[in-house]
Nanobody, 124 residues
Framework: QVQVEESGGDLVQTGGSLRLSCQAS????????MAWFRQAPGREREGVSC????????RYANSVKDRFTISRDNAKNTIYLMMNNLKPEDTAMYYC?????????????????WGQGTQVTVSS
């Protein structure tokens, strides 16, 4: 049974930091591209960052570049998103997702497995 579980969301002030975690099970984690997406109320889901199956490549949305860092620990079946200098516009539900390693990118339609999300709220 596939399970994808995010954690680490919280309420923080502008300029603060948070570290999100996502632990997966039920599939061969090493064979999957992993990504973070987010969705704010009334807005479309947005790709935030993805990392290749080996962890050698990372991609970021322009809106988070130089502030967010994605990483993965294949031994723990876990990916992370370190978020620094948070802004109110980063407020959203953050989702972790997995796509077969043949795909590397931020097209949500290419991702097979999804978590339930963790809420990040940045106060101004």
């Amino acid at each position: 049974q596939v399970q994808v579980e995010e954690s680490g969301g919280d309420l923080v002030q502008t300029g603060g930091s948070l570290r999100l975690s996502c632990q997966a099970s039920g599939f061969n984690f090493d064979d999957y591209t992993m990504a973070w997406f987010r969705q704010a109320p009334g807005r479309e889901r947005e790709g935030v960052s993805c990392m290749s199956w080996r962890g050698t490549m990372a991609r970021y949305a322009n809106s988070v570049k130089d502030r967010f860092t994605i990483s993965r620990d294949n031994a723990k079946n876990t990916i992370y998103l370190m978020m620094n200098n948070l802004k109110p516009e980063d407020t959203a539900m953050y989702y972790c997702a997995a796509a077969p390693r043949s795909y590397y990118g931020l097209d949500s339609g290419r991702y097979d497995y999804w978590g339930q999300g963790t809420q990040v709220t940045v106060s101004s």
